[in-house]
């Protein structure tokens, strides 16, 4: 997938990419019109924890501010890379009272990155992507209240029947899960 990608941004990747193999790494939104970035430092409260125990190779790639210009905020902040698998992830932190309303606001932009990646053929039809609500709190599982099973519902309607997207509201992921042997 990653090819498709760069293939597809030729001008702005080299900008917008970076790989990593590290165990645990972490992902944030700085303040302004910057895009997305490894976090380098002590992680913040804020960041995205990117678990990947077997060190395969994650991309971030840098959407708002970087693929598209800061003047189109209608896309996701990033999206996370692995192999075939992909995850759009949207930053919306603030007010702790508001955390439904700030799971609400990631799905336009979730949805029109999904859509744009699509119709592009940078995801190809009939697959599965994940779409990550980074709003300082991870749900319960099972997913627990109807606020949030609304959101689900409404970004499957946005993406469509070609592509099947899993809303996760979450700070943290896993890629390259060992298998233990049996």
Do not use: W
């Not at 760069?6 to 302004?32: I, M």
């Not at 970035?37 to 970087?66: G, K, S």
Request: with cysteine.
């Amino acid at each position: 997938m990653i090819e498709r990608i760069t293939a597809h941004f030729a001008a702005r990747h080299a900008l917008c990419l970076s790989s990593h193999t590290d165990a645990l790494f972490h992902v944030y939104d700085p303040e302004g019109n910057h895009p997305c970035r490894h976090r380098v430092d002590a992680p913040q409260e804020t960041d995205l924890a990117v678990h990947n125990p077997a060190a395969a190779l994650v991309h971030l790639v840098a959407i708002d501010h970087c693929l598209y210009s800061s003047g189109d905020a209608t896309r996701c902040d990033c999206a996370l890379v692995c192999g075939e698998e992909i995850h759009f992830v949207e930053f919306k932190h603030g007010n702790y009272r508001r955390r439904t309303d700030r799971i609400k606001d990631c799905i336009l932009q979730l949805a029109a990155a999904i859509n744009d990646f699509l119709q592009v053929g940078i995801i190809a039809p009939h697959s599965a992507v994940q779409a990550i609500a980074c709003v300082g709190f991870t749900e319960q599982r099972p997913p627990q209240g109807a606020a949030i099973e609304a959101r689900k519902l409404q970004l499957n309607k946005l993406v469509g029947n070609s592509v099947a997207v899993e809303l996760l509201v979450t700070d943290h992921i896993v890629f390259g899960k060992i298998e233990k042997a049996p």
